[in-house]
T-cell receptor
Framework: GENVEQHPSTLSVQEGDSAVIKCTYS??????FPWYKQELGKRPQLIIDIRSNVGEKKDQRIAVTLNKTAKHFSLHITETQPEDSAVYFCAVNDSWGKLQFGAGTQVVVTP | GAVVSQHPSWVICKSGTSVKIECRSLDFQATTMFWYRQFPKQSLMLMATSNEGSKATYEQGVEKDKFLINHASLTLSTLTVTSAHPEDSSFYIC????????????FGEGSWLTVV
């Protein structure tokens, strides 16, 4: 089955700096790679996603890059703000179309 | 985006009783819904895939007879935790795939279950 690894588990950044979270996966047939932001006690919110026919996608301060050959993808947050503090999860659809999640990254943005 | 509603948002039950959680897709039809469980400070673990009109498929290690899933319509899936025990206390989240949004998956609000 699909194996998704996410690093780092925690990330502390100063406000205004950039944050990068990386995920690797094992199933070369996977073709959908979303990123979710989850605040304590709430549902995961889709913040950006990318499909395998695209190498990079950007939405304001958030970007995702995908390297299908190496089977890894990354989330980039620029100009971080305190409200970016949350847990971020990468996910990958497996060959059955089910989303498998990474372990999560706790991001703390300090003013 | 598409809306997925989950009810109840939190529930407390006595050990040995059963609890039902509902997941509804409000503005789209979902032939497939997914149920996840999330323990504190952990990731979302897929429990089962709910298929409209057919039996759910369970992930390895998830007890079918304990976590009953029914997907009787294109907008509703239910998860029943039978004979609940304190170790079943967790955050249960459903999700549904919206074909209208390029197969993007949307999550319900989640349900906090506490078994005492």
């Amino acid at each position: 089955g699909e194996n998704v690894e996410q690093h780092p588990s925690t990330l502390s950044v100063q406000e205004g700096d950039s944050a990068v979270i990386k995920c690797t996966y094992s199933d070369s047939a996977s073709n959908y790679f979303p990123w979710y932001k989850q605040e304590l006690g709430k549902r995961p919110q889709l913040i950006i996603d990318i499909r395998s026919n695209v190498g990079e996608k950007k939405d304001q301060r958030i970007a995702v890059t995908l390297n299908k050959t190496a089977k890894h993808f990354s989330l980039h947050i620029t100009e971080t703000q305190p409200e970016d503090s949350a847990v971020y999860f990468c996910a990958v659809n497996d060959s059955w179309g089910k989303l498998q999640f990474g372990a999560g990254t706790q991001v703390v943005v300090t003013p | 985006g598409a809306v997925v509603s989950q009810h109840p948002s939190w529930v407390i039950c006595k050990s040995g009783t059963s609890v039902k959680i509902e997941c509804r897709s409000l503005d789209f039809q979902a032939t497939t819904m997914f149920w996840y469980r999330q323990f504190p400070k952990q990731s979302l673990m897929l429990m089962a895939t709910s298929n409209e009109g057919s039996k759910a498929t369970y992930e390895q290690g998830v007890e079918k007879d304990k976590f009953l899933i029914n997907h009787a319509s294109l907008t509703l899936s239910t998860l029943t935790v039978t004979s609940a025990h304190p170790e079943d206390s967790s955050f249960y989240i459903c999700s549904a795939r919206s074909g209208e949004s390029g197969n993007t998956i949307y999550f319900g609000e989640g349900s906090w279950l506490t078994v005492v």
